[in-house]
Each structure stands twice: as C-alpha cells, then as structure tokens.
C-alpha cells in the first residue's frame, strides 16, 4: 500500500513553520497513541503521525523529503515496518503529563488579584488616597492555614510518599512506558488530612474583605494599573503572598475631553463676542482662567493655554488645555434683535443667520458651576 503524504498525515501544508509541525504532531498523538484510544487504527494511524513528525520535524530530513519524497526516506528506518523506538518514553512523559514535578510541599507565592477602580474626572487628574475592601483568600485562623482539625496535623500521602503524583509502568509494543498522573489520594498535595478543619474544610483558606489603601498618584491615566505589592492571596506551604493590581476606569466628564497629558473644551462664544472681541473666563482644571477673544474670531480657531492640563504621573510636568471656539446663534430672539440682525444682514450682504442649538452653553455654565 503506497504511503500517505507526510504533510497530509499532519494536516499541515508545505509552508508550515516547525512549530506549526510540532504542534499538529501533538495533537494526533493526543488523540491515537494506543494507551488512550482503543479503536482498532488507533495505533497504526499513531504510528503514521510518528512517521511523519520524524521526517518533517528535522530540517535535514524534511529538504530531502520535498526533493526526493518517500523514495529520501527508504530504508532510513522511518518507515511502517521500523522498529526503533527510542526515546518513546521521553515523548510519552512530554504529550501525558511525565517529566519532572514540583514538590506539593514546597513554598508557593498566592495568586495574584485584579481590582477596577473608578474615578471621577478630577480624582484621577489631581490624585487621592483611597481605602478598598478587596475579597482575597487567607489562612484559616482556626487550622492557622493547615487544613486540620486543631490538635490534629496533616499526614504524608502513604500512596505517593508525598511526591503528589504515581507511577505507572506499562508495557506496549513500543516498549516500557512510565506514565505520571496526579496523586488522586491527595489531589497532588502529598498530604492527606485524617480529621479536616470545619472553618475552611480542609483547604486551609477562608474568603475574606480585607481593606486595603491605594495611593492613586495625580495624573494617572485610563487603563494604568497600580501594583499593591503583597496585597493578593496568602501564600501556599509558607510561600508569600501574590500582589493586587488596581486597574483604573475614569468617568467622562461634561465640558473636558483628556488625550494624554493635555485637556480640550470647546468655547461658546456670542456672534456678538466673536465679531468684536471680548475678555472670558474659562473653566480649567486648575481654576478660572481669563482669555482675549479677538475680533472677527471664527469657529474653529484654538488657542492653548500653558500648563493647564493634566500633571504627568511620572512627574514630568503639566500638559496644556487647549480651547477651540465655537460661535453659537442663538434660538430665541426678541423682535428688535431680528430687526436688527436683518439690518445687518441687507448692510453686508450676508446669508440670513443660521440659528443653532445653544446646548453648549448649558454644559458651559455647568463647568462654571451655575456661575456663567
């Protein structure tokens, strides 16, 4: 019976990186090798994906493969009928959990913890102090973090001798392989608790609110974390405990947009002030600034005040706010505006005006604080 491309065996093509062949190797000796599927082509088909991966897996091999294809590989000991399976083993221990494991009893640093915190506009611009309560796992008080009924103690796994994990050798046409599994005696502890504790049930953690205080330093921006060194789970076996890292949301605010270090508004300005020029306050972070409208200013035109924006949060000074202008006409005019706009309108020549939504104005005054 002629032979099946290598590349088809693996369901790979010809332009498939080395990791892509490894990988595609894997998976089909995850699902034929002869110990974990007992269908009757289960081997055969595990055998061809060996086949395939020892060809293409090595570069040398694979060159002469694409050259040549199967008439490279003759003789070679890569086909069916080959019999030298060394290093089997190795391959087993790698695709079904072998190889060597960590000590269940050694000291593990805890799981590492995630909290959203929200701020308001100017919190997150000027900084603050701020205390959370933060649901973290902890030693049992009552077992001080054994899992044992006090008085009682932990015993070493009598299956495992502690190790967390067995053994099992097999023999298999390909030879004798040493499958490793997790202890299921101890769920890979290596201890077994005779008596467990009835505060944590063994486990040796209790859910708890724990308040932590957070420093949230001025200028922070969204989506920048803050590290809490040691503020995450207790740890495992003595180990120390993970960190907490405090994720920031902001809140949008009504008049300011923030890019960076530097802070936009939009500036509502009369048709009046915006022909012949005025002095307006405006709203800044910092507080009220005063800026000079210039006569015939047109909608668009910005202008950029220094060092009122948003403080760098590694202290590289302040950005700048920048304002552009906006001329708004107004909804409701009184009958001796219209005149007199009309009047204007036939002296210059201009199009009739245009009115607009004065909503701008509204969310002005709010920045004002009602003060507008």
């Known amino acids: 019976m002629s032979k099946r491309d290598y590349y088809d065996v693996l369901g790979i093509n010809k332009n498939s990186s080395k990791e892509e062949i490894r990988k595609a190797y894997r998976k089909l000796a995850r699902k034929y090798h002869p110990d974990v599927n007992k269908e009757a082509d289960a081997e055969e088909k595990f055998k061809e994906a060996k086949e395939a991966y020892e060809v293409l897996g090595n570069e040398q091999k694979r060159a002469q493969y694409d050259q040549f294809g199967h008439a490279a590989t003759d003789g070679q000991g890569f086909g069916a009928g080959a019999s030298d399976f060394s290093g089997f083993g190795d391959i087993f221990d790698m695709f079904f959990g072998g190889g060597q494991r960590q000590d269940p009893n050694a000291p593990r640093q805890g799981a590492d913890l995630q909290y959203t915190m929200v701020l308001d506009f100017e919190e997150a611009i000027f900084g603050k102090e701020a205390e959370v309560s933060i649901p973290k796992e902890e030693d049992c008080d009552t077992c001080n973090g054994s899992g044992a009924k006090p008085g009682t103690k932990p015993k070493t796994c009598s299956y495992c001798k502690g190790t967390g994990q067995l053994n099992t050798e097999q023999n298999t046409p390909f030879g004798r392989v040493v499958n490793r599994r997790v202890c299921h005696h101890c769920q890979g502890s290596g201890k077994i608790i005779p008596e467990k504790c ?6 040796g953690k209790v859910k708890k609110h724990t308040k932590v205080k957070i420093s949230i330093p001025a200028g922070i921006d969204e989506g920048q974390q803050i590290r809490v060194s040691g503020r995450g789970d207790a740890g495992i076996n003595g180990g120390p405990p993970g960190d907490l890292f405090v994720v920031i949301q902001i809140k949008s605010h009504d008049f300011f947009v923030r890019e960076g270090d530097n802070i936009y508004c939009e500036l509502p300005v009369t048709f009046t002030q915006a022909a012949l020029g005025d002095e307006i306050e405006v709203p800044t972070v910092h507080g009220k600034v005063s800026i000079k409208v210039p006569a015939g200013t047109q909608t668009g035109r910005t202008f950029r005040l220094k060092g009122k924006g948003v403080p760098n949060v590694r202290g590289y000074g302040h950005g700048d706010q920048h304002i552009q202008i906006r001329v708004v006409t ?19 020549e201009n199009d009739p005006v245009v009115e607009q939504d004065d909503s701008i104005f509204q969310r002005f005054k709010k920045a004002f604080k009602g003060d507008y």
């Open 330 to 348: 107004p909804t409701k005019l009184t009958s001796r505006q219209k005149e007199l706009l009309s009047e204007f309108n036939e002296i210059s």
């Open 198 to 203: 009835s505060t944590c049930g063994g486990s």
